[in-house]
């Protein structure tokens, strides 16, 4: 963590040194220091529109979770579906999203639908994969002896491949947090009402940098913090992971 604050720390004075020397103009990179400002300056409009993106993010995530967990057990259970679909999830994947949300702004208009579709569509399938390399990676031999013992599906799926996919579950999870502000934020360019990307599109007509800036440091904050609460719920879920062996353990 130290390494990491010091290469921030070293870029921010890097930044500002450039701006004090002038070999940048101040009307096309502002300092940190004008970007803090400006953040701190409109901090009550930029907690609106936060609002407004955290509750497209929200919505989408969970409910691109909920897809991706469904067709993930889907294609586990049913070899011919999994051959039959998958290539076709991966090939939606290849499809921008700044191509994919102006058709939704048209079918489902500006409010807040097609934000929430576009998140759905940006989060599902790191989730998806996850989940399904998950159940696949469930050891073989445990799965013969469940099976020899007399358990169902349903239980072989709850005590054994549940449990098995639960760390991809939560890798696929942090990165769909931070794909859901993204993609809520591209959404919102393409037409809304409110949001970070609406705010986004006025200050950059206004061309007024330092709030362009303060925004995209809100946006990636604001990443940061699903990403460290799906951190939490990580360890939550999971304590055995992060135990580590004790001083005695070490020496034996």
Known sequence: ?????????????????????GLVPAYMLPSPLDVVRALWRERALLWQHSVI????????LVVGVVIGVAFAALMDSFELLYRAVYPILVMTQTIPSVAI?????????????????????ATFFPVTVGVLEGFRSADRDAIALLKSMGAGRWKIFRYLKAPSALPQFFSGLRIAAAYSVVGAVISEWLGGFG??????TRVKKAFAFDKMFAVILLISALSLILMRLVDAA???????RFITPSTEERKE
């Open 101 to 121: 949300a102006p058709l939704l702004v048209l079918w489902f208009g500006y409010e807040m639908t097609p934000k929430i579709i576009l998140v759905v569509l």
């Open 234 to 240: 990580e360890r939550v879920c999971m304590p055995y």
């Open 53 to 60: 993106t955290l509750k497209e993010a929200a919505i989408g």
């Open 195 to 200: 949001g970070l990307g609406v705010y986004m």
């Open 1 to 21: 963590m130290l390494p990491a604050l010091c290469a921030v720390a070293l870029l921010l004075v890097f930044w500002q040194a450039l701006c004090v020397s």
